[in-house]
């Protein structure tokens, strides 16, 4: 498999950042020295300016601070300011060499025995004492359908007759989600209000939403972009993605029934989408790559969403998981409970493809875009990655370990999502998580 | 009605401007006194600062260069500070009081008679002599399906057993529409490539587009947004709305047919969508302020989307025009052919309903966010809007002066967007143009 791995990747690199590495083996933090996640942060509950960081075991590293203090080659300045900034567009503008010498210099920097170890731990926050802003200024998003697990289990309860459609096997099926109402992490999700239409109602009624749901999905941010009117081919495709975070595409499941037809979701998604604050490079995830291939007598991808490279290292081995913590659980001091475990892997079409997909009529990407891949089911029933899909669109609600059952979110859940990659003879890369609570809808 | 008609309506201001009068009661322009639209501009071919104007007859007035010169009341520097800036977005997030009192001070600056016209005409650039940038940063894009003349037509088209879904007389169906390919008139479309699969053919093929359309449509810029999850009341939303600009919403027919089902259309539209570079605000269309109804026999809007004064005036009589002038005609100097002529009053939502809508579900609308009402199509013949209705999906081919014959746009083709508010006893308003040629695919 053609790998870009280089010594930042070396799985037997340790960090002076105890809380960085393997206890016995086992990860004791998503953040090791081989991860090195960019995000936007300040000290809780002060009015700091904004500015960007990188995640290391329990602590983030003040990339102004460490600039401030000289500590880095003058050959990476560049791309550290613009990795110290209020937002990350301008790192993630940066062409991958660019990039990539940050990452190595960094790695340098946080390595067991590094020289300027103290300078370098005056720069470190504890990550439990600050708030994260998003980690760039997201000027477009899109939201793919990639899991055929996915489509065809949602697909059934939208359509029973006709579950997945003629073209999903042939492009990748997505639509242009909102903006405005992208937040961070911890941020609290406000049920909505919208037009709901039972089937066997005369006429629709607004009133608050009733089918509240997650979708467990994975953020490509985009790095380098393109000119209007000038596809990306899907051989340079992978260097446009900056990163991945976790994504959750809030759905109101019953807005988007009675909406959806015929121009798509629309209010149904609006009023709110969750992402991780940590963005997790491809870099960091070089180890993970893994082949990517259409199941047996499916149609071959169209030749400007192929490429030979994709059989071999086309998809990343993550694995994407979903806690849930009703107010009862939470009042009780107990854990959130695991609902769902699926992989990106299970994906029908790849990063590359989305992105080939996404600018093959000339539109143009722009650094600090999000993509998210749509909601990553796979085949087994804990890899169902939505309430929807989980509980039959209600009919079948889970059953947590307190005995409350759940067919859609109720005013006072939190759902948290995690994701990360593991496996032998590499050392497991984390995501951080991505948290959010259901508020009950506001009275006017 | 209840207007709020003040002296800056007044049909008899004249200004010291003589191409902004009108001639023996013909206007002579699109920019009289009583409009005054915003824009950003810089002198063409320079690389100068682009900075915000106020369209006048001819001229466009440096908003930067009138406050150098202190020719404003301290009481509005502030708002004309926002509205000389290189995009007007703080201007728009401005209360509709204190953009009323910078309108009402630009007005007597420019009436016949005032005591500054000397110092102030050495503020105006000749429109000749500009090129315009965007007027705003805009951050969210939502394109709405207003007219139901244009659902029924295309409806009949893409689901000939079931044109206009249950849905559509109880919600403004819309979709969320890609930022990044916004351009301002002027600029070139590239014919986009895409996927395309002809209903007798076995598989998709990617190629260029064969049925390249425009849109006629009214776009809404807001004006103060909202926070998110607090929806906007209907009583309130016009006061969010800054002014109205002219958009088209390019359209490639043969990828929107493939590619739309289940989650809409996407890389059909997200290509390019042009918009005029002046903004005609609300406030200079309070004389063509009208009723709006609903058919007899058509359900009643829901309480959210309803409120009294709309019967009265809930819709603004706006006229829009296409001309095409094909490669062959402007060689020849033949001047662009009208093929279109529609009005806003035919629409089936209205601009307030959108805004409510859009923000029923807690959606928060930030300052210069684009709202598009959809292909604006009326009863007539005459008055459909874009060529998949005008020729049934290019079954029924337009005929032009000189022969030449459009199912859909040919490479070449230049599309011009005109729009205009005229009748007895007030001045008419108009919103100068939205211009663009289409140039041939990208070869790889």
Redesign the interface.
């Known amino acids: 498999m053609q790998q870009r791995l280089d010594k930042t990747h070396d799985a037997h690199l340790r960090s002076w950042v105890e809380s960085a590495n393997p206890v016995a083996g086992v990860a004791a933090s998503d953040f090791p020295i081989q991860n090195l996640p960019h995000g936007v942060f300040r000290r809780a509950g002060t009015q700091e300016a904004w500015r960007g960081g990188v995640a290391i075991g329990d602590y983030v590293m003040d990339l102004a601070a460490v600039l401030a203090a000289g500590l880095l080659p003058a050959m990476v300045e560049d791309a550290a300011r613009k990795a110290a900034a209020a937002t990350l567009n301008d790192l993630m503008a940066l062409p991958a060499p660019q990039r990539r010498a940050l990452r190595a210099a960094l790695s340098d920097l946080l390595v067991e025995g590094a020289v300027q170890r103290e300078r370098t731990a005056r720069c470190l926050l504890l990550l439990a004492d600050v708030e994260h802003a998003l980690p760039a200024r997201i ?2 998003f ?1 939201d793919y ?1 990639s899991s055929i697990h996915h489509a065809i289990n949602v ?1 059934a309860l ?2 029973p007759d006709n579950p997945v ?1 003629p ?1 999903y096997r ?2 990748p ?9 992208i ?1 961070v992490s911890g941020v609290d999700v ?1 049920r ?4 709901l ?1 039972a089937p066997d109602a005369p ?4 009133e608050p ?1 009733k089918r509240l749901d997650y979708e467990v999905e994975l953020g490509m941010l985009i790095g380098t ?1 393109n000119a ?4 990306i ?1 899907i051989r340079e495709a992978d260097e446009h993605v900056f990163g991945v975070c976790l994504l959750n595409d809030w759905s ?1 499941r019953d ?1 988007q029934t ?11 998604k ?3 989408t969750s992402i991780s604050p940590w963005v997790v490079t491809l870099d960091a995830l070089e180890p993970y790559r893994t082949g990517f291939a259409r199941p047996d007598g499916d ?1 071959a991808p ?3 969403l192929w490429c030979e490279t994709m059989s071999e290292r086309g998809s990343i081995d993550i694995r994407l998981q979903m806690y849930l913590q009703t107010s009862r659980m939470r009042e009780a001091g107990e854990a959130p409970h695991l609902i769902s475990d699926s992989r990106f892997t299970d994906a029908y079409w790849a990063m590359a493809q989305l992105v080939a ?2 600018t ?7 650094p600090g ?1 999000l993509m998210g891949s749509g909601t990553l089911s796979g085949p087994e029933p804990l890899s169902r990655a939505c309430l929807l899909e989980m509980t039959q669109g209600g009919k079948n609600p889970i059953t947590l370990p307190n005995g409350e059952q759940r067919g859609f979110l109720a005013d006072g859940d939190t759902v948290l999502m995690r994701g990360y990659c593991q496996k032998e003879g590499a050392v497991r890369i984390g995501f951080g998580e991505c948290r959010t609570t259901v ?1 009950p809808v ?1 009275q ?1």
């Open positions: 000027e477009n899109s359908y697909g939208f359509r459609l073209n042939w492009l099926v997505g639509y242009t989600g909102r903006v405005s109402s937040r406000t909505p209000k919208g037009q239409k006429t629709p009624t607004y939403c972009g209007l009117g000038t596809p081919d109101a807005i009675w909406e959806y037809q015929p121009l798509g979701p629309m209010l149904s609006s009023f709110m149609p169209l030749p400007h997909h996404q093959s009529n000339g539109t143009n990407l722009c875009d508020l506001m006017p």
